[in-house]
């Protein structure tokens, strides 16, 4: 790999790990308790729609929710396993056509 | 940028999804076209779609304390122009709606107007705009990923301010509100998904050479970058 694309994934890891440490504490909403850190931004504002709607009701429940945050843990991590199975599968293609080609080339050379 | 199960008032969800299904018609109308006019892009319309399910399976710690999660629509709407990617929008959404009570069914139109219409659009026309100013493949691919990633949270919020505007400040406060909780969170979420996305165009750019030059948005970034 070039450096180029180190120093792309160092820039992402750090981008995902220094948030860990450097990242401000939620700010409690009016009425609630101060939320847990890390939590999803889609809860937060869950959240934000009660203090701004006190007598909003969700009118339709999830037809199926996962039994308990393991098993929607293992649902998200399949989700990405599918995902990354396929671009490994494209980048292992790539790599042995490449590598075959330039074999090729290589033999054509020597009949020359 | 998930709105839950039930949490946007009935009008509101039945207007996204009228507004969403059409384009979504149109996507896979014009996806089949294309796939029936280049049988060889299936192969890197999958990457495209199995990049979606990845990115958009991770949630990030970001600088807010919350945590969020890329899109990563943008890529496949720079190869294959935005309405492609609607569909794979939708199925993602489809699948974390049915299977991980993320999102709903009821929210299903308003979710696939930002995450798979806004964001493949806003990535398409910052590339196209990009390109046009001469800038370099890598640094367009950079911004049209980030800023379509971005452009999707701002249109959750703005969803759901114009759904729950404040009492007081009406529908500006409310925006504020929701735009701190997930744009802001975006940030540095939307930097990553823009930095994986010019690794995997790098990486197409090696390997698939021959398919990119045929593909029409990236050509004249190509060419403009040549």
Redesign the interface.
């Known amino acids: 790999m070039k450096p180029r694309?180190w120093a792309?994934?160092a820039?992402?890891l750090l981008?995902?790990v220094l948030?860990?440490w450097?990242?401000?504490?939620?700010p409690a909403l009016p009425g609630a308790e101060a939320?847990a850190?890390?939590?999803?931004?889609?809860d937060?504002?869950?959240q934000?729609?009660g203090s701004?709607?006190p007598g909003?009701k969700?009118?339709?429940?999830?037809?199926?929710?996962?039994a308990s945050g393991e098993i929607?843990s293992l649902?998200?991590?399949l989700?990405?396993a599918?995902?990354?199975?396929?671009?490994g599968f494209?980048?292992g293609l790539?790599?042995a056509?490449?590598r075959a080609r330039r074999a090729d080339g290589a033999q054509d050379a020597r009949a020359d | 940028m998930h709105i839950m199960e039930g949490f946007l008032p009935p009008a509101h969800a039945l207007g996204w999804a009228a507004v969403s299904a059409p384009v979504l018609a149109w996507g896979l109308h014009a996806m089949g076209r294309s796939l029936r006019a280049h049988p060889e892009r299936r192969m890197l319309l999958g990457v495209a779609a199995a990049f979606a399910f990845l990115l958009s399976a991770l949630k990030l710690p970001s600088v807010t304390g919350s945590c969020s999660h890329p899109t990563g629509v943008g890529l496949g709407a720079l190869l294959f122009g935005p309405a492609a990617m609607v569909p794979v929008g939708f199925v993602v959404l489809l699948f974390q709606a049915l299977l991980l009570a993320h999102g709903g069914l009821t929210t299903l139109g308003a979710n696939v107007f930002s995450m798979a219409i806004v964001g493949p659009f806003v990535s398409y026309g910052v590339f196209r705009a990009a390109a046009a100013l001469g800038l370099s493949r890598s640094v367009a691919v950079f911004l049209a990923a980030c800023l379509g990633d971005l452009a999707t949270y701002v249109t959750t919020s703005v969803q759901l301010a114009w759904a729950f505007p404040d009492a007081v400040g009406g529908f500006e406060a409310s925006f504020v509100k929701f735009a701190g909780i997930f744009a802001l969170t975006q940030v540095p979420i939307a930097i990553s998904e823009g930095l994986l996305t010019v690794l995997v165009v790098n990486a197409m750019a090696r390997f698939n050479a021959q398919e990119l030059r045929s593909l029409p948005v990236m050509a004249l970034g190509a060419r403009k970058a040549a």
Do not use: K
């Open positions: 694309t792309i994934l820039a992402v981008l995902t948030p860990l450097f990242a401000a504490s939620p939320p850190m890390f939590g999803g931004s889609d937060r504002a869950q934000a729609i701004l709607a909003y969700p009118w339709f429940e999830p037809v199926f929710a996962p929607a649902l998200f991590a989700q990405a599918l995902g990354a199975g396929v671009i494209w980048l790539s790599v056509r490449e």
